[in-house]
């Protein structure tokens, strides 16, 4: 299955402002709803770089996209945007970033990806399948304490070390290798959740740990500041309040004097805000929500890169 909705669409070509014959990049391509938008709005002269570590996305993308000479769609992790827009800009200026994070609708409701514990497959997890290793992989390795870190830290789920326990015991006896049988597990031992499936935190935990998804936004996060122009926007979507945390942190740090300096009656340079936070952040109106479910925990946050500013002179008075 191909077919996904993006969030908040509108809300992020509000904040990235495209206009005609910019060039855009977007991190994670998914099936290509936002880039499709992007390339609506810069025009003929226009163009995106998208890219995206799920080999079924770009395959699906360049059946969707093979008549569009503007987009160029390659497969690379996101945390390696510096190195691939370097490689593949061409002197243009990068006018925006876009970071859509978490899972998409396809790999969700491909039972074989081993992301759902709605419906029973190969316990995988990998949004590349050629690289790293699988969800069943790591839970054969790790120790109790590991599993239960990872369920606590990535899924903030309370019963972690009731969870990792029970998973460390039926492992004993058999390989926990479908995704059925780890919700099974995980359902016995947390028998209550508001409203949620009670393998929710623990699979979404599991999924993060596997792709390293914390430390490759960190790395992009980076990166893309580094390849924006000045005037430059990052626009990051977020379904998870850790990935949100850290993308509000990184936007207020670039936005604020370093605290080493602050309050000095001369500023640094290399001290000043490097970019400013573009709006408040941004969630799904009722009219999306109706239309698609998923964007209900989609947070949208945007920041400009500065340009370098002459040294601030502040009053002693």
Known sequence: MDEHIPVLVEEVLEVLAPSAGDFFVD????????????????????????????????????????????????????????????????????????????????????????????????????????????????????TEREIADVIYELGEERFARRIAAAIVAARSETPITRTAALAAIVQRAVRTRDGKHPATRSFQAIRMHVNDEVGQLRTALEAAFAVLAVGGRLAVISFHSLEDRIVKQFIRVKSSVDPVFAGLPVIPLQAQPVMREVGRKRRAGEAELARNLRARSAVLRCAEKLAAAPVAVRSLL
């Open 27 to 142: 991190g994670t391509f998914g099936r290509g709803g936002h880039t499709a938008r992007l390339l609506e709005a810069i025009g003929p002269s226009g163009s995106v770089l998208a890219l995206d570590r799920d080999p079924a996305a770009i395959e699906a993308g360049r059946r969707r996209f093979a008549a569009e000479p503007r987009l160029e769609l390659l497969h690379a992790e996101f945390s390696a945007l510096a190195t691939t827009v370097a490689a593949h800009a061409r002197g243009r200026a990068v006018r925006g970033v876009l970071l859509d994070l978490g899972v998409s609708s396809p790999q969700l409701d491909e039972a074989e990806r081993g992301f759902s514990f709605s419906q029973d497959g190969p316990l995988d997890m990998r949004m590349d399948p050629s690289r790293s290793e699988s969800a069943a992989g790591w839970l054969a390795r790790a």
